[in-house]
């Protein structure tokens, strides 16, 4: 699944332990960085890639922070601050007319079906669940920012759970309307 490798640095930092932060986010950097190398390998353009941009300069960030200020008191809130600046970044990209969604479905939808109305806005939906996920991810994650890890990690977990649950049932929900129609679904 695509979304999985453009949310393994983040799924990385969630579940590592956060003791272990200033590894979880020197491994979610490599791993960040060495997904755009991929991408652009295979001839994916920028214009696809803003999850993964936002994610290396991200990480880069954290990298910094963690390993010259391990007892920031940051630290307790960053799990928040990192599902906030993924509802930012999911945000801008909606802002811009290219939810990130989209490049990412394009990636196994063939051609003929990018330009169709249903596929375009399909795409906006989901990009819209992502970023509510992720903003009410910050929220919750805001207001656990002291409380055990456990809870701070099934909260991020959930916050990339619901919606892959959402764009696997979205997505076969769009398909089925399409073939009922008598529409070639995406």
């Known amino acids: 699944m ?5 949310f393994a640095p983040w799924i990385v930092y ?23 190398a991929q991408q652009i390998r295979a001839g994916q353009r920028w214009d696809a890639l ?9 990480f880069t ?23 906030g600046v993924l509802a930012l970044i999911a945000g801008v990209s909606l802002l811009v007319r290219v939810p990130f969604t989209l490049p990412i479905a394009k990636q196994t939808t063939p051609q003929e079906f990018w330009d169709q109305p249903m596929f375009i806005r399909t795409a906006y939906i989901l990009t819209s669940v ?16 002291h409380s055990s890890s456990g809870l701070r ?3 991020q977990v959930l916050a990339f759970v619901v919606p892959v649950v959402f764009t ?3 997505v076969a929900h769009i398909r089925a309307k399409a073939k009922l129609l008598g529409q070639p679904a995406a």
Do not use: E, K
């Not at 695509?2 to 453009?6: G, K, P, V």
């Not at 992502?130 to 207001?143: E, P």
């Open 2 to 6: 695509t979304y999985l490798r453009t």
């Open 14 to 36: 969630a579940v590592i332990p956060s003791q272990h932060w200033q590894w979880s986010a020197v491994i979610a950097l490599v791993i960040a960085l060495a997904g755009i």
């Open 50 to 58: 803003i999850i993964d941009i936002g994610s290396a300069v991200f």
């Open 61 to 83: 960030a954290l990298t910094v922070l963690a390993l010259t200020d391990p007892d920031t008191a940051l630290h307790p809130y960053m799990p928040a601050i990192s599902s």
């Open 130 to 145: 992502w970023t509510a996920s992720f903003a009410i991810g910050c929220i919750a994650l805001t207001a656990l920012a």
């Open 153 to 155: 990690t099934t909260v």
């Open 168 to 170: 696997l049932r979205y």
